[in-house]
């Protein structure tokens, strides 16, 4: 996923017709063909989606879509969305009306993955929990924000918690490792609360070449991408150490807020059918807990043709599995598999440091110390002071002084030398 994802382009879908001549004897009516959209979502069957509806659609569940919101038009929502709010500043107070020049179809492509409704029974695009109850926040990824993006999300995962949903999702990246401080204390009131936070990792495609925050967040659940094939998607998709699961992130289907049905891939998408699987989960088993619904689903994931954790997480998502695990095959855990964002921030923000310890024994007085001794007045290096007299120029002139005797007494000696010579010399 990425703010802005890969360009979707219209999928043109053509019913065919029937027709026959009058001559001929009527025949029995054919079986209704696929509706050409269900076929298009190969991930229905593909990742055990269709199989877990036998047991579950999300019923009672409320899944917050932290977006640029999703729109009132489409039929595809029709009863789906149960409330919403706008963090921006530029939307509208109930969260519907979609918000960006380039990304203002996102949110609503988004929601129709996660939890649409189709067209009719058998017809139009139907996403992974159809029975799940939508919020739309609706955010804002340009520089037109009145608010800060940090500032945002922080406010809209307070609001998400507060207003029921147990699964959030969030189709968007920062492109950087770290995250501003006040997600700290938004991402622990998710925690705390009991809810499942579900990230997208990312698009190499879209420039991002490691996994950004939030998905770098100690505790979310952060989605790949793969193919219709189970391959890890080159484009649509990043790679990094913090990724949990992976999902189809290529040819998905969306439904735009004007009701057309486009064709796209990347991140964004594979996150929401992640966020439907943990919302089927949840509706199965009330009674597990954020950190076994993530654990369920990373632990009952298919293993890909190559296993690599780098791309893939714990494997590619399997609807079905995690939906008919139980604590015999999938045994309880007390923490969340994703990591502690407490303990992270206990290390790394220093925020809960232990506090100094009581001092157990009592205060010794300790006498002052003396007065120190009187500032000598400042003085001219080129006039002689004591110290120099004493250790330098004294000393020096002592030195000079027998050097000068030991060369009179030599040039004496010499001289005596030279002339008792001259006396003992022949001749003379």
């Known amino acids: 996923m990425r703010r802005r994802p890969a360009a979707a382009t219209a999928l043109v879908l053509a019913a065919a017709v029937l ?54 038009g489409p039929v595809e929502f029709s009863g789906a969305v149960v409330g919403g709010t706008d963090v921006s500043g530029t939307g509208t107070p109930d969260g519907r009306t979609p918000i960006g020049a380039v990304d203002a179809n996102h949110g609503s492509w988004v929601a129709s993955l996660a939890a649409g409704r189709g067209t009719g029974p058998a017809t139009g695009m139907i996403g992974v929990a159809p029975d799940a109850e939508l919020l739309s926040v609706s955010v804002s990824f340009g520089t037109s924000a009145k608010v800060p993006f940090a500032q945002q999300i922080a406010q809209a995962m307070r609001w998400a918690v507060d207003n029921g949903a147990k699964v959030i999702n969030l189709s968007l990246t920062t492109n950087l490792p770290d995250w501003d401080t006040s997600w700290d204390d938004a991402f622990l009131y998710a925690f705390d609360h009991d809810v499942v936070v579900v990230v997208a990792a990312g698009n190499r495609g879209s420039g991002t070449t490691r996994v950004g925050a939030p998905a770098t967040i100690p505790g979310v659940l952060t989605v790949a991408g793969v193919d219709a094939a189970g391959r890890a998607s080159v484009e649509a998709s990043t790679q990094g150490i913090t990724l949990g699961v992976s999902a189809p992130s290529e040819k998905l289907l969306g ?16 996150a929401p059918i992640v966020a439907g699987v943990a919302a089927l989960v949840r509706a199965a088993h009330p009674e597990l807990d954020a950190n076994n619904v993530i654990n369920r689903i990373i632990r009952t994931a298919k293993p890909p043709a190559r296993p690599d954790p780098l791309l893939y997480g714990y ?31 206990r290390l790394y ?14 205060a010794v007085d300790i006498p002052p110390l003396p007065e120190a001794d009187a500032r000598t007045p400042p003085s001219s290096p080129l006039l002689p002071s004591v110290d120099t007299l004493l250790y330098g120029s004294l000393p020096l002139g002592a030195v000079t002084l027998s050097a000068i005797l ?23």
């Open 255 to 270: 439904v735009s807020a004007d009701g057309t049905l486009v064709q796209w891939s990347g991140t964004s998408g594979a």
């Open 349 to 362: 923000r220093r925020a809960n440091a232990v506090p100094n310890p009581t001092p157990s024994a009592t």
């Open 406 to 428: 030991v060369a009179l007494g030599v040039t004496a000696a010499v001289r005596r030398i030279r002339s008792a010579r001259a006396t003992r010399a022949p001749g003379r």
């Open 19 to 72: 027709t026959g001549a009058a001559a001929v004897p009527a025949a029995p009516a054919p079986a209704a063909a696929p509706d050409p959209v269900r076929a298009a979502e190969y991930w229905l069957n593909g990742n055990g989606i269709a199989q877990a509806w036998g047991t579950t659609r999300g019923a009672g569940v409320r899944i917050a879509v932290i977006d640029t919101g999703i729109a009132k």
């Open 315 to 345: 494997g590619i998502v399997d609807a079905a599995a995690a939906v008919a695990a139980t604590s015999t095959t999938v045994p309880l855990v007390t923490e969340n598999p994703m990591g502690s964002l407490a303990e992270w921030i």
